[in-house]
């Protein structure tokens, strides 16, 4: 009925959208950049779901999103805000698209009320993944991306799992958890 398309539609929104989009943009912006546009993912989800759902903010839902976005610019830029690009405006741009697939991952996921956290996670993390392979592969052989360095290859294998079971696999079991799948 549907759910591969969809799941696969929001594994690669979600996982090859912010990660590819997030990774070239950080690349070439500053990191305090890209932490104050993470720390615009509860507005973007308000705005997303007032544009698509037409669920409107309530005043204390806005009001305390604004608040955490203040806080966190203060705790980021030590107090110091300068709001100079310093020409990223371009990679600025592409963390916050990668940013918004995240948000749309992320609201899609209640068009699966009859999936399980870890059926949901394992699913679309697949399909993702199976994405981020081919867009790599796609790039690579048109001369945009470069295979990596063997230097890779050096990564002592229980660092590779820590990272990708726990910082990544059980990172996102536990989000899609926390938001009610």
Known sequence: RGAVARL?????VGFAGFSILGFLGLAQSR???A???AAL????????NWIFRGQRPGALTLGATLVALAGA???ITHGRLEFSTDGTLH?????????????????????FPQFSPLRYTALSMSFGAVTITG???LATMAGFAQPPALDVLRVIPLELVYLSLVGGVMAVLAWNSGIGV
């Open 135 to 137: 867009v790599t592969l």
């Open 8 to 12: 696969w539609l929001l594994g690669s």
């Open 73 to 75: 610019l203060l705790v």
């Open 31 to 33: 990191p305090e950049h």
């Open 41 to 48: 993912m509860p507005l973007i989800t308000s705005m997303m």
């Open 91 to 111: 990679a600025d741009a592409m963390v916050l698209a990668g940013v918004t697939c995240w948000v749309a991952y992320t609201m899609g996921a209640a068009s």
């Open 35 to 37: 932490a104050i546009i």
